[in-house]
């Protein structure tokens, strides 16, 4: 069993950087591959970025690549999202996630064994 949670959203201006942070419960955290979602107001859940249990594999979705940067601490139990040059349009809810299959599987959301509860991110333009 594993319980995520998240923390770090809040409101920013276009432009700006935000890290989130996801804090992990558990002895086996170092062995799941990690994940954040987002949804949008109005909008279905979507993939945005996943790392592997050891850290060397990450993987993007495109309209994210090059702003933003996932991470994990696995001595800490944490995984991050460091989000830069933000736009109104990546306000949504950020959920974390863990998963046993690989970081092209977390794409898909049933890949995902736990979520978080989520956290508020707002652009404001």
């Known amino acids: 069993q594993v319980q995520l949670v998240e923390s770090g959203g809040g409101l920013v201006q276009a432009e700006g950087s935000l890290r989130l942070s996801c804090a992990a419960s558990g002895r086996t955290f170092s062995s799941y591959t990690m994940g954040w979602f987002r949804q949008a107001p109005g909008k279905e859940r979507e993939f945005v970025a996943a790392?592997?249990?050891?850290?060397?594999?990450?993987l993007y979705v495109d309209f994210v690549k090059g702003r933003f940067t996932i991470s994990r601490d696995n001595a800490k139990n944490m995984v991050y999202l460091q989000m830069n040059s933000l736009k109104p349009e990546d306000t949504a809810v950020y959920y974390c996630?863990?998963?046993?299959?690989?970081?092209?599987?977390?794409?898909?959301?049933?890949?995902?064994?736990?979520w978080g509860q989520g956290t508020q991110v707002t652009v404001s333009s």
């Open positions: 790392i592997s249990a050891s850290g060397d594999s990450t």
């Open positions: 996630t863990a998963g046993t299959r690989s970081t092209v599987a977390m794409k898909i959301m049933s890949s995902a064994a736990y």
